[in-house]
């Protein structure tokens, strides 16, 4: 039993497509995020949704949309796939804004 | 801006022996602090985090000092194990940043057996 899985862990796709990667946590909580784990392994937040409503949105190209139908579920459409895209996408969960973050083991995803 | 760095990206210890990881803050108005770990083919997993308002905390085997005066975080890991290989991150949260998680680059722990 999971706590916040993702899918799919891998995704290869063509440059100019579109894809989405799903997200679902079973902890209860209310607040959900995208971050990007580059080549480098940095990360970086990319989108917050608390009760399903966006609370952060970095600076993010708007080919990226996330959209939240529950507050369970926070999902990451991402259209014209560019390369710079590639990375590894990971979705996090917490009861609240200032309490820790649990997260996915990620979406590798690699754009050729 | 706001950042948060490590003075070492990989650290080798022998197994057995204790392991510091060091985190420099930019933040001042930062209250939140978290240690991640990160395995290969894995998430992020929560170590240990600590307030503002301490400057120790334990956990099993682990601790965390926080000294705000210099902006210095560290995690010492006890008698450092095989498994104890991975990269950690330190991370910072201040209200005024949204409460947005900021990570530092990670250092990579080895442990040698």
């Known amino acids: 039993d999971t706590a916040v899985s993702q899918t799919p862990k891998y995704l290869v796709t063509q440059m100019g497509n579109d894809k989405s990667i799903k997200c679902e946590q079973n902890l209860g909580h209310d607040t959900m995020y995208w971050y990007k784990q580059d080549s480098k392994k940095f990360l970086k937040i990319m989108f917050s949704?608390?009760?399903?409503?966006?609370?952060i949105n970095e600076t993010v190209p708007n080919r990226f949309s996330p959209k939240s139908p529950d507050k369970a579920h926070l999902n990451l459409h991402i259209n014209s796939l560019e390369l710079g895209d590639s990375a590894v996408y990971f979705c996090a969960s917490s009861p609240g804004q200032n309490q820790p973050q649990h997260f996915g083991d990620g979406t590798r995803l690699s754009i050729l | 801006g706001e950042s948060v760095g490590l003075h070492l990206p990989t650290l080798s210890v022998q197994e057995g022996d204790n392991s510091i990881i060091n985190c420099a803050y930019s933040n001042s108005a930062s209250d939140y602090f978290i240690w991640y770990k990160q395995e290969s083919g894995k998430g992020p997993q929560f170590i240990i985090d600590?307030?503002?308002?301490?400057d120790k905390r334990q956990g099993q085997r682990v601790t965390v000092l926080l000294n705000k005066t210099v902006k210095h975080l560290s995690l010492q890991i006890a008698a450092t194990q095989p498994g104890d290989s991975a990269v950690y991150f330190c991370a910072e949260m201040s209200m005024d940043s949204s409460y947005k998680l900021i990570f530092g680059s990670g250092t990579r722990l080895l442990v040698r057996p």
């Open positions: 949704y608390n009760n399903k409503e966006l609370i």
């Open positions: 600590i307030r503002s308002n301490m």
